[in-house]
């Protein structure tokens, strides 16, 4: 699994940061042409070359060159390229440039209109002259070492949502980015049962339900009468023994699905809930 932006490296990518934000990274194809891509910040990938299939529970998307795709953070996408030459650019939304951005142009945004982030992944976007020639005026900055670069990026991010709301002829991206900047908080219920089987840390579990970890611990302890880890625990634990009953897979195999290391420390748990080994019950 690839964890973006954080498992960006120099050896595989180029990229640009806005102070210690990455801002954009730029790639050939270097990684199997089958992988899971989870991304930990809001993406834009604009397609450069080639072609692409994501994939992600409730949508397939196929991409070619001149495609622009925004993809919400916290989405696990199971990445498929078509062929060899693939090559993307990767923009990352830091909120703090977000908010900036919407302080800054209020007029373009209508606070009746915020939008669920979690109901689909990816929002699909076509390029045109004007976004194309945005895109060429970025690459040069890879070499530069302009004093006043961070500077430049900044008004390249605010660059970049301007040519996307352009874009987005739907006012979906409007009303998801309105959202993020009035931080509307996930559903925890929603949010648990579709990441509970995901290895995942509650620190990013607490950011994805738009909460510190702090806050997240107390709305899921009102919203639950138990901790996140308790839950998670006995969650997966009865996802297990439903496994046992309708599926072939051994105790071993289904110890790994659920996040265990040890298969011994999976039977130790799963006793301790159910009374009986997995075998048994299996």
């Known amino acids: 699994m690839l964890r973006v932006p954080s498992d960006i490296s120099s ?13 954009v990274a730029y790639r050939n194809e270097v990684y199997p042409s089958r992988y899971d891509v989870f991304f930990e910040e809001h993406a834009v990938i604009v397609v450069l070359e080639g072609e692409k299939k994501f994939t992600s529970p409730t949508q397939e998307v196929h991409v070619k060159k001149g495609d ?50 979690f109901e689909k992944p990816i929002l699909l976007l076509a390029s045109d002259d004007n976004f194309e ?7 040069p900055y890879f070499q530069s070492r302009a004093e006043l670069k961070n500077h430049f990026l900044r008004l390249k991010f605010q660059e970049l949502l301007l040519h996307l709301l352009e874009l ?88 790994t699905e659920i996040g265990y290391e040890s298969v011994s420390h999976f039977i130790k748990s799963y006793k301790e809930m159910f009374g009986v080994t997995p075998k048994k019950h299996g």
């Not at 089987?197 to 950011?207: D, G, I, Q, S, V």
């Open 168 to 255: 987005d002829t739907s006012k979906q991206l409007r009303a998801i980015l309105y959202s993020l900047y009035i931080g509307e908080k996930v559903d925890l219920a929603f949010l648990m049962n579709s990441y509970y089987l995901k290895p995942l840390t509650l620190n990013e579990l607490a950011r994805l339900s738009g909460r510190s970890l702090s806050a997240f611990k107390r709305d899921f302890q009102e919203e639950f009468q138990t901790s996140p880890a308790a839950w998670l625990k006995n969650k997966r634990l009865e996802y297990s023994d439903f496994l046992l009953r309708n599926s072939t897979k051994n105790v071993s195999e289904i110890s």
């Open 11 to 23: 050896q595989e990518f180029e990229s640009l940061k806005i102070q210690d934000m990455t801002f």
């Open 68 to 117: 622009i795709l925004f993809v919400q953070r916290g989405f696990y996408l199971m990445s498929e390229s078509i062929n060899e030459s693939y090559k993307s650019l990767v923009f990352f939304f830091d909120e703090k440039l977000l908010k900036e951005f919407v302080n800054l142009h209020p007029e373009l945004f209508n606070p009746g209109k915020a939008a669920a982030t």
């Open 133 to 139: 020639k945005f895109i060429q005026s970025v690459f």
